[in-house]
């Protein structure tokens, strides 16, 4: 008998729903650059070149907007559609992002949805597959980690905008 998921209940995805998305996109890009940008081949990175990506949280109404930029992943305020929304609940995410559960099996199971640019989904979704990510861990989420991960990110975008 397997537990049942859990759900962010209803009237606290409504509030979350109301927080602004573009702060949760900073951070978000930044958890995904330390995780995932330094091990995607040049033809993935070409093929995300210019693509708006959006991944939504179900029950938590979140939607963070990103795209591949600069060699990294950076966070965008994207009003209109996106070339590609991946779909889930916040704990069907987790669940990915600890290898605990297969995304064509919550794909079948309709508790995975990819919207918008099917050859695009397919790439990100054999992308993931073929990397060999470290498996999430709650104490990735430490904040002593995360402030690191994120000073070191904001340093690099910084290290650009030095004057002459």
């Not at 060999?132 to 990735?140: D, G, M, R």
Request: with cysteine.
């Amino acid at each position: 008998m397997t537990a049942k998921p859990f759900v962010i209940p209803p009237p606290l995805g409504a509030m979350l729903g109301r927080l602004p998305g573009y702060p949760g996109s900073l951070l978000f890009v930044t958890a995904l650059n330390v995780a995932l940008a330094k091990q995607l081949a040049p033809d993935v990175t070409q093929m995300l070149t210019g693509k708006k990506l959006r991944l939504r949280v179900t029950d938590a109404k979140w939607a963070f907007d990103f795209e591949w930029k600069n060699a990294r992943f950076v966070a965008c305020q994207n009003a209109g559609g996106a070339d590609l929304t991946i779909s889930a609940s916040a704990h069907d995410f987790l669940l990915l992002a600890r290898r605990q559960e297969d995304p064509d099996t919550l794909f079948f199971n309709r508790r995975l949805a990819m919207e918008g640019d099917t050859e695009l989904g397919l790439l990100v979704k054999n992308t993931i597959d073929a990397i060999e990510l470290p498996v999430f861990s709650l104490t990735q989420l430490h904040p002593r980690h995360v402030l690191t991960q994120a000073r070191e990110h904001f340093k690099s975008l910084l290290g650009g905008l030095r004057p002459r």
